[in-house]
């Protein structure tokens, strides 16, 4: 029996109603409960919790890779080309990689 599941991401963001339109306008995520200064939101297995940070430096403006999520899809050419049409900014476009992933970058609209 796995004993991991669920994956939650909790991401500091300047405005939450633009952050939150963002993810569920653009890629997709539905609404699945806020409390004052949060949104909760889901898509798959997949749940981001943003926090609103107004005073704070936005991850675009950090410099430091280390503010990112991993998540592995199904078909990453369908998701890409989904996110595509929905004019996501990709740091880095769909290729295969030498250790065996299909993989895509994208940028969040609080660099994420």
Excluded at 2 to 20: D, G
Aim: with cysteine; hydrophobic share 45%.
């Amino acid at each position: 029996m796995k004993n991991l599941f669920a994956p939650r991401y909790t991401l500091a963001v300047k405005n939450l109603e633009v952050s939150k339109t963002f993810y569920m306008d653009v890629l997709g995520f539905a609404l699945l409960n806020e409390f004052p200064g949060w949104s909760f939101l889901g898509r798959d297995n997949v749940i981001v919790m943003l926090g609103e940070c107004a005073d704070e430096r936005p991850a675009s403006e950090i410099g430091d890779h280390s503010y990112f999520a991993y998540i592995e899809v199904r078909d990453a050419s369908m998701l890409f080309q989904e996110f595509e049409t929905k004019g996501v900014h990709f740091i880095k476009r769909i290729q295969d990689e030498i250790w065996g992933m299909r993989e895509f970058g994208i940028q969040t609209v609080d660099g994420h």
